[in-house]
Structure formats: structure tokens, C-alpha cells
């Protein structure tokens, strides 16, 4: 038998050292390999703030219809409720819940979030979406007029009837943006950092009005200031109705799952019966136009 040719010994010899590189080489791990799509929003295995935990804040106090008794963790008023339906949703039982405070204000501000998502009335705007996410909304909201009975305001048909009241809101929020885009009032309005404030400033007569949600319109004429009324509530504003969403930290990767199941509420009816229990109160008030 005739050697073989030095050009081909060394074709075997490089085949073969290749061989063994390659299977001496670390191969990929199995956790390292990209998750299926449909794995991406696995239930209670989500990049949470603390594995294994949801971490969700609102303001304090929590105002009821949306909380009960000021405890957002017991479950009960619309929003509390909502946000557990949302959790279950997402794989995480009531026990692997964790509540934190955050002002309304802070929760939709620039800068990383401490929370997995935030449930506080905080109505979807393009320019809040510059600094957070949002998911998609939970509640079709209405702003109303609270002012006392027998008042001026209270005898508003119109909104060209409010522009020559004192109006009052909140810092931040949709109802002060009514205000100043939609009634424009010849007096600037008042602004307060919290709807106690206000409240308190309309009891005391240093407002003649005050612009809130619907819902909480009638929990404070009916429970908190009962010789307030809805003076009435004012038309949607373009095309698309204003809405709650849950805010999440901006380019959160919990914003798809998060949305998915708050949707999946809206499909399956859960969201109206959520909203039948809690605010069933917040029916039709007369529209300013």
C-alpha cells in the first residue's frame, strides 16, 4: 500500500483538528436560546422589580369609587379591583401583590419607575407618552362640574355659562386641562395639589366650582358634600374618548403583557362587571355643550 500523498495527509489532519474544535466548543444553553413569542408574557415569570412579585402603586389617599376606605389592597372599589383582575391575568395571585405609594404627579414624570405599573385616574396623553407607557385603557372617562347647590355655577347649562365662575382642579390632571382648553375662563383657575383641596376650597366658597371625573362626581355629591351637585359633565373632545391607563416605566417589557391583559378584561366582560359593581352610580349627567 502506497503512502498517502503529503497534500492529502494534511486535508485529513486539518479536518480533523477542526473536528474536535468544534465539538470541544461551549455549546448554547438551552435558557440562552430566545423564548418562543408565545412565552414572552409567561404567567408569573414576568421581568418583574422583584421576581416573583407584582409591585403596583397609586396615590395615597386613594380616593373611593376607585379604592375603599383608603386601602387599595383590600380589593374593593373600581380600581383596586381592576388591577387585581389584571395581576390574576398576568399569573400573580393576590399574595404576590405588593401596593406602593406614589404621587399622582411622580408616576407619570420622566425618570425610572420603582413600580411595575401605576392605577391612579391617569388619563392617556400623547404628551405624558413621551415619558411613560401606557396600556391600553381600562375606563371611558367623562369630566364633570361639582359645584354647591342654589349657585351660580350649579346653574350652568352650558360651558359658555362657566366662563365666568371660579373654577377649581387639581394639579396635573385632565380636569384642569378642561378648564383651561375647553371652558377657558375669564378668571385663571384655582389649582390644588390634591382633590381634598379642592373639595375643601369649594366648601369654603373660595371656588364657585370644581372640574372632576364623573365617578368621583358623584361619590362627592352623594357622599362626601351633599349639598354639592353635578352641575353636568362635559362632551369627549375629538374622535377618541379619553381613557385611564395603567402607567408603566417608559420602553417597559411589561407593556405588551400588560396591555394584552387588560384587554383580554374588555373582552371577556370583566371590566363592565367591574365597573357595573363599583360605579354603577356614574350614570348619564347632563352634557355641557
Known sequence: MHPAPRALRRAVVAVAVLAAAVSCAPQPEEADKPSPAGNACAKGELATRTSGKLTIATDEPAYEPWFKDDKPANG?????????????????????????????????????KTFDFDINQVSVSEE??????????YYDVRQAVVALKGSKAAKAKSVADLKGVKL?????????????????????AAVYGKNDQ??????????????????????????????????????????????????????????????????????DGTLAKIEQRWLSDAVDAPVLK
Open 128 to 137: 405624558r407618552k413621551k415619558a411613560v407607557d401606557f396600556s391600553s385603557g
Open 198 to 267: 379642592a373639595k375643601s376650597a369649594l366648601k369654603n366658597g373660595q371656588v364657585d366650582a370644581i372640574v372632576v371625573d364623573l365617578p368621583t362626581a358623584f361619590y362627592i355629591t352623594g357622599a362626601e358634600i351633599t349639598d354639592a351637585t353635578i352641575v353636568g359633565q362635559f362632551a369627549h373632545q375629538g374622535g377618541t374618548p379619553e381613557q385611564f391607563g395603567l402607567v408603566l416605566d417608559k420602553g417597559s417589557a411589561l407593556t405588551s403583557c400588560v396591555s394584552r391583559a387588560v384587554d383580554a378584561l374588555r373582552e
Open 76 to 112: 374593593k372599589g373600581y380600581e383596586s379591583a381592576v388591577a387585581y383582575a389584571v395581576a390574576d391575568r398576568l399569573g400573580y395571585g393576590k399574595d404576590k401583590v405588593v401596593w406602593q405609594t406614589v404621587p399622582f404627579n411622580k408616576a407619570f414624570a420622566p425618570g425610572e
Open 168 to 188: 377649581g382642579a387639581q394639579v396635573g390632571t385632565t380636569s384642569l386641562n378642561y378648564i383651561d382648553d375647553v371652558v377657558k375662563p375669564k378668571q385663571a
